[in-house]
């Protein structure tokens, strides 16, 4: 399968290429040239299958041709190592916990199989001293740090805002050593977005480093988040639940995790249509009311991870849909919540059903509470556990929630960083002295 940059103005890649260049050069993000089709039989008896089997049939579908079957099994099946169960929150809706990975958000999954996939390039074909370049607003540093912790050939620098991630998050990634630097940016997620994306256009950079990107512009982090999508929908189908009008909710920051469940919708998965919920950076939401995209600097919230000005795959998501605004709305709603809003939907949905949400899941919550119609079934995703968000929801619900162990063992680290100003000259004569 090739994969064509959604600016259309250079040549289609291979898989291999597309992961290990990240963005393409025409600064577009790559796509599959064809989304496969599912056929109905993998529906019909997808109930009967574990996560793994359904996610390697899908991954057999988006990646087949591109990776030999054995070892495609063996990166889904080391990738998918823990359960992502649907539990019943209340009438008619539905958590998709993604926290269940080794640090306790969704962003385990995508940043598990890159890993993965790249040291199977990196085998494969002889690449080596692959540098890998992520921003982070809080849990992808984290996510893509364990994942590639001491694989081989591979150094991970994790770009993160000062101040602007929690005290947990933080300890995830700056605490690791081995082959992971953290850079601690005085600035925004923004520019380290920046930043990162700036590096992989810079032709210096370029002739002297190998660089790719593990954020969700990289197809490898956010094509397997589709995989969920599908388990979500088996594990209706097992509780003997009607199909017809399942809605999902994603809280959205870069818009990966959604754009992943729009491409298992064109494989086949029967949804009848998504929410995007947003917290007070609500660009996309703005887009579905008027039809134009106007980025903005992003503002801190509760919801730290999604606190984003100029989602990346919003362009994927215009691709996807042929540029119009009409088959958008079609087919995603949307709904933003400021901070006082999702501290009473993590209020309200502990006190009316005992289950604790954190800031993003609330968000996803409080939009099926908002938006979802009577002969509906909704699912929202809840995509990080809300212990990595602690001190929020303990003054939310004037609690002091249990930390996890998996959580704690991080804690007792000692934080490495270094520290570097948000501009790009700092971020490049850093990079070109490793
Ligand atoms: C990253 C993240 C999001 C946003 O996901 P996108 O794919 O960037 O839209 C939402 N919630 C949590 C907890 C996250 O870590």
Known sequence: ??????????????????????????????????????????????????????????????????VE???LKQIVFETLNFDVPLVAVENNIYSLELFHGPTLAFKDVG?????????????????????????????TGSAVANGFLGVEGIKVFVLYPKDKVSKIQECQFT??????TALEIDGTFDDCQRLVKTAF??????????????????????????????YAYAQLKKMGKDLDDIVICVPSGNFGNITAGLIAKKMGLPVKRFIAANNKNDIFLHYLQTGVYSPRASVATIANAMDVGDPSNFA??????????????????????????????VKKCFSSNGYLLDPHG?????????????NEIGIFLETAHPAKFKDTIDRILDAD????????????????????SAEFSDFKQFLMSI
């Open 1 to 66: 399968m090739k994969y064509y940059s959604t600016n259309k103005k250079v040549e289609n890649v291979s898989l291999q290429e597309a992961v290990v260049k990240g963005l393409a050069e025409d600064k577009g993000l790559f796509m599959q040239e064809q989304i496969p089709q599912l056929d109905k039989q993998f529906f019909e008896h997808i109930d009967e299958f574990s996560f793994q089997e359904i996610a390697f049939e899908v991954a057999k579908a988006l990646f087949g041709d591109d």
């Open 362 to 374: 609330a968000c996803g919550f409080g939009a099926l509470k908002d938006l979802l119609k009577e």
């Open 111 to 139: 940043a598990r199989f890159m890993s993965r996939l790249l040291g199977y390039f990196i085998k494969k074909q002889g690449l080596k001293d692959v540098n890998v370049l992520v921003a982070t607003s809080g849990d």
């Open 316 to 345: 994927r998501v215009l691709d996807l849909y042929g540029h119009s605004h009409a088959a958008i709305t079609a087919e995603i709603e949307g709904c933003s919540y400021v901070d006082e809003e999702i501290s009473d939907w």
């Open 175 to 180: 605490t690791l050593g081995k082959n992971i």
């Open 201 to 230: 256009l810079d032709a210096d950079l370029n002739k002297k480093l190998q660089l790719t990107s593990a954020n969700s512009i990289n197809v490898a982090r956010f094509l397997p988040q589709s995989f969920y999508y599908f």
């Open 69 to 71: 079957t054995e070892s």
């Open 401 to 420: 929630i249990e930390i996890p162990e998996k959580l704690q063992a991080f804690m007792k680290g000692e934080k490495l960083s270094i520290p570097l």
